[in-house]
């Protein structure tokens, strides 16, 4: 054993290199993977080694396959969707020894902050619809997710969901109280009002205010959740 840490399995080798391939773009999104035999030739492994290889890959989405005659593994073409979904997943077991919640909570408001005031700049009478929705309904979670794609950047989005839905997932909800649901309704109606006037700055100014007031609080429940 290196002082590097443990030897990687031949499996997770040849998963390495053929990532290294896709991110080199020597394999390209819709590429077909060569025949399984020419590939345990080249790679020097057996087809159960190559085989486990490729289920690592499909499982980061990485490659795709189908049956009949065109059929194969192909070079994926990851979605925003797709990428959320493993950060959420690789965060929410990081949350459980290593992320605190203000730590979750300060990258939380370095992209919801800017993500108001890009939707207050951007929104289509749509997102104001689904937006108004959600505070009327006292839907507190999906105001963010919508305000979020209102943004028009997928790529604000597809980072600051994995963490909202982190924090939501390990928020108790019901230990907050009826007077914090109530300032948090009002808060989000007043980030919709500056939206509503495209006020980019004030909308950005008040989802700041408001993910600040929600570190004492759920701070405190996770403090009683890791106590309990």
């Known amino acids: 054993m290196s002082g590097n840490g443990p030897r990687p399995l031949e499996y997770e080798r040849v998963a390495e290199e053929l990532r290294q391939m896709i991110v080199a773009g020597d394999l390209r999104p819709g590429d077909r993977l060569p025949p399984e035999g020419e590939l345990t030739a080249r790679m020097r492994v057996s087809r159960g080694t190559l085989r486990e290889a490729l289920r690592v890959l499909s499982a980061q989405k990485l490659l795709t396959s189908s049956r ?3 059929g194969g593994t192909f070079i994926a073409e990851p979605s925003p969707d797709d990428v959320a979904d493993y950060l959420q997943t690789s965060l929410t077991l990081l949350s459980r020894s290593r992320l605190s919640v203000g730590q979750l909570l300060e990258v939380r408001s ?35 997710l919508v305000l979020l794609q209102a943004a028009g ?4 989005d597809m980072m ?5 839905s982190v924090l939501r997932e390990r928020f108790a909800r019901e230990q907050a ?14 980030i919709l009002q500056h939206v509503r006037e495209r006020n980019g700055r004030a909308a950005g100014r008040v989802m ?6 929600l570190r004492e609080t759920y701070t405190r429940i996770d403090a009683t959740r890791l106590g309990s």
Do not use: K, Y
Not at 160 to 164: E, K, L, S
């Open 110 to 144: 370095q992209l919801e902050v800017p993500a108001a005031e890009l939707a207050a700049r951007r929104r289509s009478d749509e997102d104001l619809r689904r937006l108004s929705e959600r505070v009327a309904g006292d839907c507190g979670d999906e105001f963010h």
């Open 160 to 164: 600051a969901r994995p963490v909202f």
């Open 68 to 70: 009949g005659v065109n």
């Open 208 to 213: 700041r205010a408001h993910l600040s007031g």
């Open 177 to 190: 109280g009826a007077g914090f649901w109530e300032r948090v309704a009002a808060e989000h109606a007043e």
């Open 153 to 156: 950047n997928p790529l604000i």
